[in-house]
C-alpha cells in the first residue's frame, strides 16, 4: 500500500488550502456544502412574521435583524423586500431582502443620529460553535451581500458583551450605486474574548448607514480587536447615503461560519428558518379558546409550537372571547384567562410572544 505525504491539498488557482493536515494525523476541510455551519438565523431574509413594512426602531419586519434608528428628522422605513432577477444574489437562490429606505433628514448628519442594520446571537451558540476564540490563530469569518443605491463606503462592527466587552471594526470599502456587492470579513479570536454558555445577547453584528460623530472616529484602527469604547465604535461614517433623501440599503445572505474561509451560503428551507425564528418571536393567530371554569370565566393553555428563549413578553389582539383577565407563559406554554360573553367559553384570539435578546 502506498502513501502520499503532504501538509496542505490547495487548487492550482487558489491561495488557500482545501485540505489542512496536521502531523496528529487529523485534517481540517473547507466544505462548501457543511449543514448547520451558518451560526446566523434567518440570513436569507425569508421570515417575516411581524409583518412586511414598519417604520419603528428594532425589530419590526425581517426576524431576527433590527433596524436602529435615532435622532432622525423623519424615521426610515424597514421592508423585507424582493431581491431582483438576474442579479448575482439572486442566481445564487437569494429570493428576499431586508431594506432601509431612508427618510428625510433635513437638519442634516447630527453627532448623535444613527440607522444601521443589527443583529444579536446568544453568547452559548458561540461558546459552542467550535471557535477557540480565545486563540488568534483561530477564526469565524462574517460574510453578507450588500447594495446601496448610493456610492460610498460604509461602517460595521462586531462587538461582544461577556466579561469586558470588545468591539472589531470594518468597512465594507467602496460599494458602487445599485450594484450587489459581497462582503468577507474573516475575524480572528482574542485572548480578552468571552462568551459565557448561557442566552444572553453576546455577539453583536452592526452595519451602518450612518452613525453620528458621538460614537466614531478617524482614529479607531480597522480589522482588529480592541477595548469596546461607546466613542470609538468605528471609523467615521460618511454622511452622504443619510443626507440623501429616500437612499436605500439592503442586506442578504448573512452568514457567520467557523474557519478561515468564506464558504457558499447554507441556505435552509423557509419552515425551517421560521422553527428557528420562533425560538424568539412567534405569531398565533386565531387561537381557539378552551374551557369554562365557572363564574362566567375561562381559560385556554396553548402549548408553543418550539421552546422560547426565555418566557416570552405577550400580546392579545384580535379577540372576541371577552374581556381578557390574565395570562402567564412560560418558555414552553401560555395560559389564558378571560371573562366569556354571554357565558360560553369559546371564542379566538391572536397571540404575539417576545423573547428576542
Known sequence: MSTIKVQNIQHTASSTNAIALASDGTATANLTNRQGKNLIINGAMQVAQRGTSATNSGYGTVDRFRVQHSGTDEAPTQEQVDVASGTTPYTLGFRKALRITNGNQTSGAGTSDSTHFQYYAESQDIANSGWNYLSSSSFVTLSFWIKSSVAQNFQGRVRTRDGTSQNYAFETGSLSADTWTKITK???????????????????IDIYAFYGTDY??????LDTWAAYASGTQVKDVTSTWYTTNNATLEITGVQL????VATDFEHRSLAQELSLCERYYA????LSTGYGSGN??????????????????????????????????????????????????????????DSEL
Open 283 to 286: 405569531k398565533y393567530v386565531n
Open 257 to 260: 461560519e467557523v474557519g478561515s
Open 216 to 221: 466614531t472616529s478617524s482614529t479607531v484602527s
Open 296 to 353: 362566567g370565566y375561562a381559560r385556554s393553555t396553548h402549548l408553543f409550537r418550539n421552546r422560547m428563549r426565555a418566557a416570552p413578553s405577550r400580546t392579545i389582539t384580535n379577540t372576541n372571547v371577552g374581556s381578557l383577565n390574565s395570562s402567564s407563559a412560560n418558555e414552553d406554554s401560555v395560559m389564558v384567562t378571560w371573562q366569556s360573553l354571554s357565558g360560553t367559553s369559546t371564542g379566538e384570539f391572536t397571540l404575539e410572544l
Open 186 to 204: 474573516t475575524i480572528p479570536g482574542n485572548s480578552n474574548l468571552q462568551f459565557d454558555n448561557d442566552t444572553a445577547k453576546n455577539f453583536q
